[in-house]
């Protein structure tokens, strides 16, 4: 059989400061004429999962950096507070891997009493422009919150973008688990902020990762990095100074979104050049 060589791009998780993150850098980087190619894998996580939609949207990259330099009223969600990060935490602490620590953050979310889950829905229909799959082919992680299995949604399976991009956002203790097909899932980002070993067959990698957080070691980029075939080309691009500086400490802090999303561009502008060489390679 022959090995599936296309490119492939990795989205991360990271809030709503993710989303901008991402925008800016694939702005950017077309500035640059770096693009991502029409017949590449893309694997979004939470955040990834909402910019990955947004791209195989068929939205040009212009319109979606516009969006996010206008602000985004519409994002509304809040991260768990500070006592529920603590818990979450707790969960997965000692865990020996990740199916172990994502059920027991499936516990957490199946028990708490999160309010108006289709509020949690119209903010997801609000961050797409579009809300059915493109031809592009778009992958989205989610984790079942029973089994702890990770849970990697295309477009053959029928489930409707918005569910499965919902699916992939639902942090627990911040969002209810969403339902499909008989199962509940929550952000894919209780496996790993980045899944940078999902990644298919043997082409060029460039994974975008807004959070280095890891909720256990198996989740730690270089682990996941470790997981791919040494010989294989991967850029993994992480936030510079100045989308540090932009963003502050907080992922969830709509106000920031224009700055942070215009200094993405220009980190974008700078890695291009490394990103194309990956590219060709």
């Known amino acids: 059989m022959e090995e599936d060589i296309r490119p492939v791009w990795v989205l991360g998780g990271g809030g709503v400061t993710g989303i901008a993150w991402e925008v800016g850098i694939l702005t950017g980087l077309a500035d640059e004429g770096v693009h991502v190619d029409p017949d590449a894998v893309l694997i ?15 939205t040009p990259l212009g319109d979606l950096y516009e969006r996010q330099r206008a602000g985004v009223p519409y994002e509304t969600s809040r991260g768990p507070a500070f ?23 499936g516990r957490l979310a199946g028990a708490a009493h999160i309010d108006d889950p289709a509020r949690q829905r119209r903010i997801v229909e609000a961050r797409l422009p579009r809300h059915a799959w493109g ?15 990770v849970r990697v ?4 399976d029928g489930i409707p973008l ?42 060029p990698v460039v994974a975008l990762a807004p959070s280095t957080a890891a909720i256990g070691p198996w989740a730690r980029i270089g682990r996941q990095r470790s997981a791919l075939r040494p010989d294989r080309q991967v850029e993994i691009l992480l936030r510079d100074k100045a989308s540090k500086r932009a963003q502050g400490t907080g992922i969830m802090d709509p106000s920031v ?14 890695e291009a050049t490394r990103v194309a060489a990956i590219l060709r390679s």
């Open 44 to 58: 979004g996580t939470s955040a990834g999962a909402v910019v990955g939609a947004q791209v195989c949207g068929g």
């Open 83 to 105: 006592l529920d990060l603590l818990r979450l935490t707790r969960a997965h602490l000692f865990a020996r891997g990740p199916e172990p620590a994502a059920r027991r953050l």
């Open 135 to 149: 031809d592009a082919d778009l992958r989205i992680v989610a984790v079942d919150a029973e089994s702890g299995a």
């Open 153 to 156: 949604i295309k477009k053959d």
């Open 162 to 203: 918005v569910d499965a991009v919902a699916a992939s956002c639902a942090m627990p203790l911040s969002a209810a688990p969403v339902a499909i097909g008989g199962h509940r899932y929550i952000d894919g980002g209780m496996r790993s902020t980045l899944n940078l070993d999902l990644a298919p067959g043997a082409g």
């Open 257 to 270: 979104v224009p700055a942070l999303v215009a200094a993405a561009r220009e980190q974008g502008r700078h």
